[in-house]
């Protein structure tokens, strides 16, 4: 139980466009998605936080508009890089959870990775 | 601010070596401690976790101790096997809103 799956699992794209990462719990609600980012030999950094219904909430120095985030559903997050360059390659995660009950447990993606060209 | 230190990789040993990867944390109050393996092709798993001083977790063998004095979650497993091998991260988490705050992982390569 508690699984989370990404689409796409890797993506090239050119310079200029936009590409739309989903996240998807596929057995459980979530009401919170997390999406991270994780560069080469270094730690996952949490992006912003996705609350099903609401406006995300982003960390400080991402770019609102740049990394477009829709949480539409208790069972999906999507994450829109919008105008890619190739600074923005690099390897997105999402995670789901906490389960109700439990307060703590992050159940996350396999992860996108994404080449902009 | 929060922030979480572990030791650099690669971390290379033979099957049933003993295993240790040191994480230390710095943070005001006191944090929820995790450890994270991320398998090959795979997402990353709860391994095990600690939310106040002197709890300890444990899981599949791996064990860690949360040390208030020290500021340390070091992770530990007594006979490592072929199958442990991974990327190991140490995160610690604060609040009600659950964010993590991960180390940069430590890749473990246990050789048969």
């Known amino acids: 139980g508690a699984v989370v799956s990404q689409h796409p699992s890797w993506v090239i794209c050119k310079s200029g466009t936009s590409v739309k990462i989903e996240c998807r719990s596929l057995?459980?609600?979530?009401?919170?998605m997390f999406w991270y980012r994780q560069f080469p030999k270094q730690s996952l950094m949490l992006m912003a936080t996705s609350n099903e219904g609401s406006k995300a909430t982003y960390e400080q120095g991402v770019e609102k508009d740049k990394f477009l985030i829709n949480h539409a559903s208790l069972t999906l997050s999507t994450l829109t890089v919008t105008s890619a360059h190739p600074e923005d390659s690099s390897f997105y995660i999402c995670s789901a959870g906490p389960l109700l009950g439990d307060q703590f447990e992050q159940y996350f993606g396999p992860g996108t990775r994404l080449t902009v060209t | 601010g929060n922030s979480v230190t572990q030791m650099e990789g690669p971390v290379t040993l033979s099957e049933e070596a003993f295993l240790t990867i040191n994480c230390t944390y710095t943070a005001t109050g006191y944090p929820s401690l995790f450890w994270y393996v991320q398998y090959p092709g795979e997402g990353l798993q709860l391994l095990l976790k600690?939310?106040?001083?002197?709890d300890k977790g444990s899981n599949k063998g791996f064990e860690a101790t949360y040390r208030k004095e020290t500021t340390s979650f070091h992770l530990e497993k007594g006979s490592v096997q072929v199958s442990d091998s991974a990327v190991y991260f140490c995160?610690?988490?604060?609040?009600?809103?659950?964010?993590?705050?991960f180390g940069t992982g430590t890749l473990l390569a246990v050789q048969p």
């Open positions: 057995d459980f609600q979530a009401t919170t």
């Open positions: 995160a610690l988490s604060r609040g009600a809103t659950n964010k993590l705050i």
């Open positions: 600690a939310t106040k001083a002197d």
